[in-house]
């Protein structure tokens, strides 16, 4: 493997800023993302108030359904004594979802080896699964090749109550039927058939979008000792009960805090990216597998659409008794995690790292300091086919990000068109046009009432002429289209959608076509944690 760094692709302006010139946000955050700020941390941090005996419990009755590791059995043991974590975390997407979660898979595992070597301390890696999350149309699709284009295949069962993903089930039958299908649409490899058999052994015994991700997940990073916790999982609720009652008292400074500092993030040219209500509660309450977005009003909390109406007391009573009953929301979740786990670092994404920007003075509000939070390694993989031609047109992969590639592919068609046809069937349009209005004007002058009729004459010439001229171009494109479909193979290999590569592939394709070990290969690459867009040559 080979690899390249580049400027970060397709970065908005607060992404750039937080790569570039973190020390200009700092009051936004409480640490910039370097060495010095890890050991800062470290050394700052109170480490031992966290229960870290029953939060390893929940970890390992957690992650025993799925194998638990040497190496993760290590950590387990190291968590309970001193250790620290980095941690990251995503929703749960069918066949792990796009890339970019192996990629915060990759990007907590590399960063806890290198600290855990730098700092002489153990730094464990740690995976939080956003089960809780309830918008299913995000995590059930995949996006693949078909018929030379690219397409979303959707998993096509639906359900007509919106539950969380960890308690949104699988009719094994039909996904089975939706898997196989995805399967007959890649090219067969050696690797195909036992890479079908894994996936369909995975889906075996875990039959929600949690359990499948997560079991995924495991079978790829056990050996790196990666630790799996699903938000949703209820021992992990319970152990969260004495959190969850801090946020219901201090419900209404927690809601100011964050609506002003998002007003501040706004005014600095960053935008809203939590869009808080100075009336938000921060909280679900979930019932039989729903979440529904609490709200303040009068003393209350309350979701109006459901009919729901707690007092102060009887939530904090939810909070002691039966805390599965709630769950975080995009303000909550990142201080209960800081809450639950001893976090050294935490790995984001851009907008991950955007919304973390107006909760500086959250924590503060809990005593806390936010971690230093890290962006997720970014990185884009090029397999051999695609090097080839990128070698032949003399493209670099700035190119691509760029678009020469498209303004190359319309320029090669052009060159080939014939330039006087679509300037005569013009041509042809205005002396239609002039011919039919003169034929109105005598019409007219007669007092003959047919108007309508020409105009309806005339746009249907304009039609038949119009219909000549896509029927030219899609011929002279057939024409010329061994080397158009080049073209559109890189565009689709490195920016499908528009886009990072990662955002829209899954892992499957490159696990079809590289194997099994691919992702074991993309660990041994000498990341840097430098802001920069990685580009792995396979």
Do not use: C
């Not at 387990?76 to 796009?98: A, R």
């Not at 021992?235 to 969850?244: D, H, M, N, Q, V």
């Not at 303040?296 to 909390?301: A, E, S, V, Y």
């Amino acid at each position: 493997m080979r690899l390249e760094q580049h400027t970060q692709p397709f970065a908005n302006l607060f992404y750039k800023k937080y790569l570039n010139d973190t020390s200009s946000l700092s009051s936004f955050f409480h640490y910039e993302w370097n060495q010095k700020a890890l050991n800062k941390r470290l050394q700052e941090t109170d480490f031992s108030k966290h229960k870290r005996a029953q939060l390893v419990n929940v970890l390992t009755d957690y992650m025993r359904k799925f194998g638990l590791s040497e190496k993760s059995n290590q950590h387990l043991e190291e968590l309970k004594d001193n250790g620290v974590v980095v941690i990251g975390g995503q929703q749960s997407g069918i066949l792990t979802g796009p890339m970019y979660s192996i990629h915060k898979a990759i990007s907590v595992i590399t960063l806890a080896k290198q600290q855990r070597e730098k700092l002489g301390v153990p730094v464990i890696p740690v995976f939080w699964i956003a089960g809780e999350d309830h918008d299913i149309d995000e995590i059930n699709h995949v996006y693949i090749e078909r018929s030379r284009k690219l397409q979303k295949f959707v998993y096509p069962e639906k359900s007509k109550i919106k539950k969380i993903a960890s308690e949104t089930t699988f009719d094994q039958s039909i996904m089975e039927h939706y898997l196989a299908e995805i399967f007959q649409n890649l090219p067969e490899t050696l690797h195909t058939r036992v890479l079908f058999a894994k996936v369909m052994n995975h889906l075996e015994n875990h039959l929600t979008y949690t359990e499948f991700f997560a079991a995924l997940m495991n079978d790829f990073f056990q050996e790196e000792g990666l630790l799996l916790i699903d938000a949703a999982y209820e021992p992990f609720r319970k152990l969260e009960s004495e959190y969850f009652q801090l946020f219901v008292e201090n419900a209404s400074e927690l809601s100011g805090i964050v609506f002003e500092k998002e007003k501040e993030f706004e005014k600095a040219g960053f935008g809203t990216p939590i869009q808080t209500k100075e009336s938000a509660a921060h909280l679900f309450y979930v019932e039989s597998g729903e979440r529904f977005l609490l709200e303040r009003q009068d003393g209350m909390f309350i979701n109006e659409a459901k009919g729901l109406s707690f007092t102060k007391d009887e939530l904090m009573h939810i909070a002691v008794n039966h805390p599965e009953n709630l769950s975080n929301n995009v303000v909550t979740r990142p201080i209960m995690q800081e809450m639950v786990f001893p976090v050294l670092s935490f790995i984001g994404g851009p907008g991950e790292i955007a919304y973390w920007g107006t909760l500086k003075s959250a924590f503060e509000l809990f005593q806390m300091k936010m971690p230093v939070i890290m962006p997720r390694l970014s990185v884009t993989v090029v397999n051999t086919k695609t090097q080839t031609l990128l070698e032949k047109f003399s493209f670099l992969i700035q190119d691509v990000w760029d678009g020469v590639v498209e303004e190359a592919k319309i320029q090669y068609i052009n060159d080939h068109r014939n330039e006087q046809i679509p300037q005569l069937i013009e041509t042809m349009k205005q002396e239609l046009a002039a011919k039919y209005a003169q034929l109105e004007e005598l019409l007219i002058e007669d007092n003959l009432k047919l108007s309508p009729l020409v105009e309806k004459n005339l746009r249907y010439h304009e039609r038949q002429l119009t219909f000549i001229e896509h029927a030219i171009d899609d011929t002279l494109v057939g024409k010329l289209d061994a080397t158009i479909h080049r073209y559109d193979r890189i565009i689709m290999e490195l920016i499908p959608n528009g886009g990072l590569q990662e955002r829209t592939y899954s892992p499957l394709q490159l696990l079809n076509e590289i194997g099994l070990d691919f992702i074991k290969e993309l660990l041994e690459v000498p990341y840097e944690f430098n802001g920069k867009h990685h580009t792995v040559y396979i």
